[in-house]
């Protein structure tokens, strides 16, 4: 089925291990973005992609960094974990414009835990 | 700057009752709106939305929202609820005048609970 995939879906790291979350989606969507989801918080934006080799920051990107190297995958690197970036991962994408009408196609989430 | 506002972290109803989830929000310009369901263990799914036009909008699972802009406000409702519409909610605002990237925020959700 068409939609997104998020790959780990679970993760345990050590304090100051890097990681990357790999996103990937197969609906050529233009737009793609990684959030966090924390008990209370809601969603919080880390970064965004508006295409192919673009990459811009969010609401809470310390910490992480990010590449869209190919149009349909998003990647989301964290060079040294800390405890506070124990959280659920969301990659999500849409189209541009008038498609925008669609809202977001949500991966089904990775959690990590930084111990 | 945009925002969204949930006011109730949980809502409770009787299975065949109305329910109603409360979502309020700020923008700069005009809104696109948007309701999400979250399943535990799974990512959020796209409910229904408001764009233009009527003011009430159906969605998936005989959900329906009012878009209401005296009131800033996009309420979720439903006219008889089921124990499997429980689940986490999450209202969404995106600004008409982001053409760049048309970034969401979201609130911070409401649990919603039917119970039989």
């Known amino acids: 089925n068409a939609g997104v995939t998020q790959t780990p879906k679970f993760r345990v790291l050590k304090t100051g291990q890097s990681m990357t979350l790999l996103c990937a989606q197969d609906m050529n969507h233009e737009y793609m973005y990684w959030y966090r989801q924390d008990p209370g918080m809601g969603l919080r934006l880390i970064h965004y992609s508006v295409g192919e080799g673009t990459t811009a920051k969010g609401e809470v990107p310390d910490g992480y960094n990010v590449s869209r190297l190919k149009k349909q995958n998003f990647l989301l690197g964290l060079e040294s974990a800390a405890p506070s970036q124990t959280s659920v991962y969301f990659c999500a994408s849409s189209r541009p414009g008038q498609g925008a009408f669609a809202g977001y196609t949500f991966g089904s989430g990775t959690r990590l835990t930084v111990v | 700057a945009q925002s969204v506002a949930q006011p109730e972290d949980q809502v409770n109803v009787a299975e065949g009752n109305p329910l109603t989830v409360k979502c309020t929000y700020s923008v700069s310009g005009n809104p696109y709106l948007f309701w999400y369901v979250q399943y535990p263990n799974r990512g959020l799914q796209f409910l229904l939305k408001y764009i233009t036009g009527d003011n009430l909008v159906k969605g998936s699972y005989g959900f329906e929202a009012e878009f209401n802009k005296s009131q800033t406000s996009f309420h979720l409702k439903k006219p008889s609820a089921l124990v499997s519409d429980s689940a986490l909610y999450f209202c969404?605002?995106?600004?008409?005048?982001?053409?760049?990237?048309?970034?969401?925020?979201f609130g911070d959700g409401t649990t919603l609970t039917v119970k039989p």
């Open positions: 969404a605002v995106r600004d008409r005048r982001d053409t760049n990237a048309g970034k969401s925020t």
